[in-house]
């Protein structure tokens, strides 16, 4: 869809330093958060927030011990190593890595001097969320917040004019200061009406296309989640598998933040249907778990740490995203950060590499400059890249190529500007993260027939792609007894070796080239259009431990 068991101890911690505004505070110093610096190229400021304004916002706390959970990521994913699935319960990532209570009740502590209003802890500790008036945060910033005109879009946002700046005893607690700026809103792009459509795929057509029809699974038992900024109807969904002879599990709604958009969903109602039904395409029988937050970097951290700190779920659908630069690498590092927690505990996350070539940027800043598509670029996600599918007249598997509808958009891809190359993409010659991982369906040609608002009708994009995988995962949880993971390694250990082509369609042809920008083209093996390919479901499935 177009958008868009290794457990060290925890270090010991100072008891709980006093705040004050009393002037012996001044032997605190100040420590200015550079990387939280707000997104402010091309744009104008054109005035003061009103002081009274309310901002939602949110404190990152740091992770202890990051090289042993480096570690432990690695082995954990590492067949040779002692360690491989023996995944983390929330309460031992907590202790091993977790920020201590008393991170927390120093970070508290000086929200509350500072007049912050609703401090809510995530469960696992990492992250604060709390509400304050533009002039509470000026001052507990030190930093001013301004109007601001993106002068390309015409976008209107506010943001810190400056990096804001903690007290030096705070700042060892806090790694990102998120919410200051509303610049990044994530994105979606569902479109209803597929101009161009040859051959629409419903379940029949995947399962019988991606080969899972053969593997003896339906889900059950699994719990799936979905990041979503807006709201469903659950006649919507029940439509779908009542149309297609499904037999569904229970879909959930979980509110983050009280964010619950159920009872009147927005525009963005027709992606939140395509993540659940194009899952169910595959996996019907697994339990849904539909969790929504405000559309602001402080609710998408506060979602991604309650999906980990829950611990609910097995694999992760994500279908909105934000380009890197207007994502900002202290909210993309924040967000990282729960995902990798995530990780550690056995959850899988797949996210939509964005449907606009390598030019992610376009539609929220106007740049055309190359840039790929977040959370898809992280290492601890698996980015999925678009195809066009092509199925025989048994709707068996003929033939797929890239993604590109030209002005209807084309398969994200590219190079992070966030993250480093994790060591499984070594061999991809690169020093910062290539994306995407995998792809699937994702052409108008090939759109999925979902149901929305109470009528059919046909989308598609890369967020109908990661749906896929993420139905596919979910088969993988059942037909392996729990949960896998960060599936990278494995996907790119079977990719450089003898069994690719059991496990992976590879795509050799077209290119996400969009927007006059010459992008990249698909080739044997890994590309940034496709990356490894798509799935051969019994092949794969034979391939992953």
Not at 240 to 245: A, H, I, L
Request: aromatic share 8%.
């Amino acid at each position: 869809m177009r958008l868009r068991k290794l457990v060290a101890a925890a270090v010991p911690l100072p008891a709980l330093l006093c705040l004050s505004l009393a002037p012996a505070a001044n032997a605190d110093p100040l420590v200015t958060m550079a990387a939280n610096a707000a997104p402010l190229t091309q744009s104008d400021r054109t005035g003061d927030v009103g002081a009274d304004q309310q901002i939602p916002a949110a404190l990152s706390l740091k992770l202890h011990n990051q090289q042993a959970l480096d570690q432990f990521l690695s082995d954990v994913q590492n067949p040779a190593s002692p360690q491989y699935h023996h995944f983390l319960t929330p309460a031992q990532f907590n202790t091993a890595f977790g920020p201590t209570q008393a991170d927390v009740n120093k970070a508290v502590a000086f929200l509350k001097q500072n007049g912050a209003s609703g401090i809510e802890v995530s469960g696992n500790r990492q992250a604060i969320t709390f509400t304050g008036s533009a002039a509470q945060l000026e001052s507990t910033f030190h930093t001013r917040i301004g109007n601001y005109l993106d002068k390309i879009t015409g976008r209107k946002f506010f943001a810190n004019d400056s990096a804001p700046s903690l007290p030096a005893s705070v700042s060892s607690v806090v790694g990102s200061v998120v919410g200051l700026d509303n610049h990044a809103v994530k994105q979606h792009s569902a479109t209803t009406a597929a101009p161009h459509v040859v051959k629409a795929v419903t379940p029949p057509i995947l399962k019988s296309a991606y080969g899972t029809s053969g593997l003896s699974a339906t889900g059950a038992g699994v719990n799936v989640g979905f990041v979503e900024f807006d709201g469903y109807k659950k006649a919507d969904i029940t439509s779908y598998d009542t149309k297609y002879g499904l037999q569904a599990g229970s879909v959930s709604t979980v509110s983050v933040s009280g964010a619950n958009y159920d009872s009147s969903p927005g525009q963005g109602e027709v992606e939140v249907d395509l993540d659940i039904e194009v899952v169910h395409a595959l996996a019907a029988a697994a339990n849904d778990y539909v969790y929504e937050a405000p559309n602001s970097n402080a609710g998408e951290l506060a979602m991604y740490q309650k999906i980990a700190s829950d611990a609910k779920v097995k694999v992760v659908s994500i279908s909105w995203g934000s380009c890197e630069a207007a994502e900002g690498s202290s909210a993309a590092n924040s967000v990282n950060s729960a995902i990798s927690t995530g990780t550690a505990e056995g959850i899988s996350y797949f996210a939509a590499a964005g449907d606009d070539g390598t030019t992610d940027c376009a539609r929220q800043t106007g740049s055309y400059s190359k840039a790929v598509d977040f959370p898809a670029s992280s290492p601890n996600v698996s980015g999925v890249g678009g195809t066009q599918l092509t199925v025989t007249s048994s709707n068996g598997y003929s033939s797929e190529k890239a993604w590109n509808d030209g002005s209807n958009g084309a398969g994200g891809g590219g190079i992070s500007t966030v993250f480093s190359a994790p060591s499984w993409q070594s061999k991809q010659s690169t020093t910062k993260r290539k994306v995407p991982d995998v792809a699937g369906d994702a052409a108008m040609g090939s759109a999925y027939t979902i149901v929305s608002g109470g009528s059919t009708g046909n989308v598609w994009g890369t967020s109908g792609a990661a749906p896929l995988w993420a139905g596919f995962a979910t088969l993988q949880n059942q037909v392996h007894g729990g949960g896998l993971g960060n599936l990278n390694p494995t996907f790119y250990s079977i990719g450089n070796g003898s069994s690719y082509g059991t496990g992976f369609h590879d795509v050799t042809t077209g290119n996400n080239s969009l927007n006059g920008t010459t992008g990249f083209t698909a080739g044997t093996g890994y590309d940034q259009v496709t990356g490894w390919g798509s799935f051969k479901g019994t092949g794969l499935s034979g391939l992953i431990g």
